[in-house]
DNA sequence: CGGAATCCTCTTCGATACTG
DNA sequence: CAGTATCGAAGAGGATTCCG
């Protein structure tokens, strides 16, 4: 006599092991991307949409109501004016961002391979600073760096050896800095010279000094692949 | 027209992201549970159905597949006598240790929650141990433990205020404790006071003192929810 | 226009049976 | 012991429609 599976009964690995519950809650696809776009700020339905690209709006609607259910995402509706529901990380869900950067600073050995269909999104990378942050490369820096890539805008403060993301910032900037997404990426991985890129015009220095550009890309550079 | 799983080109989010490029590997369903029974010591195939109750035999040699293909596991055919082929991590394989280590974390605060028909292998609370191993309460020591839990044995190596775990071990143990999963998750939550288990004979200390089991469990307790 | 629900097809999973 | 083969069930992907 088989069981018919009802919607709701949610598939689990059914062990008492803390690595499987985690994944019982976010181990299924497109769950940790999303939590990815929300690791660097609240999202509205269709910013999501357009952060995860090849996601179904069934499966992302399906997602999004599992990790509600979870209380790992909540939702909260926006005051006027620019009313509007997003999606945020809850405490709880707050606690994935180390899970998921340590799994992208595995998976950054893997992008050395490049591939023309992939798809690239500036807040990806904004993330892979967060995890790539080489806090001996901070030290003694007090700097608020604005970066406007393919036109969204992300804010970075770095102080007293930590860094700081988000998406808007009380803080003046200290440094202004343009680009688009192809350029933001070499920068990062060492491909292009933060110097070569400024004279060529591919990075347009709005305020700040050239010497806090490059120390910019030092600080958040890829690792080299051995 | 039926095609032979050959002919399937991998799934992938087809992103140029660290994250979603770690997860065309192992964000399949089963695969970082595989990637965590290897992180534990070297398997054999018998072993890893043992480790992954639920898993079908199919799956498990399909995942094993991919992961040797992505060079994140490979097998190795053990000398006689005792010949076997066992699959271990490679090298880039090992480098998945800090995210499921994190992934475990976090999962942590989701084990308050019981579950009776939950699955329970003494592997899965070693590698917990990993996980939450307090450095400051390791200070000083240096002290190896061998931990016998329903028949396993592991060893775990504390010193230098680190900590190294396996299945086998050159050096003598100053410790040896024998006792059953049951137990071992109790002492470890921290439901159970090591020193009831051993009065209570649940927990047996074959070598070593009270004192260095105390110790122990101090020092790889699992946080508490707050 | 944001935020989904529905329908339909295709792929993947899970359980069992079977084999070198 | 170490896997293949098979097949029904559940999940994913895409297009379309619906609602406020």
Redesign the interface.
Known sequence: MKVKYHAGVKRS?????????????V???WT??IV?ELLVGPRRYTDLLEGL??IGTNLLALRLRELEKAELVQRRTLPPPGVATVYELTE?GE??R???L??????????AE??D?????PA?YV??ME?TFDVALAAGGDVAYELRVDGEVFHVEVRDGTASFGQSSRRVPDVILATDVDTF?LALSGEVRPGAALTSGDLELLVGEREQVERLFRMFAWPRAA
């Open positions: 690995y059914g062990q008492y092991c803390a690595v499987a519950r985690a994944l019982d809650l181990g299924e696809r940790l991307l990815r690209p090849g709880l606690g994935l180390e899970p998921v340590a799994l992208g600073r595995r998976g950054g050995r893997f992008l490049r591939r269909r992939d798809e690239r999104r990806w993330l892979s995890a990426v």
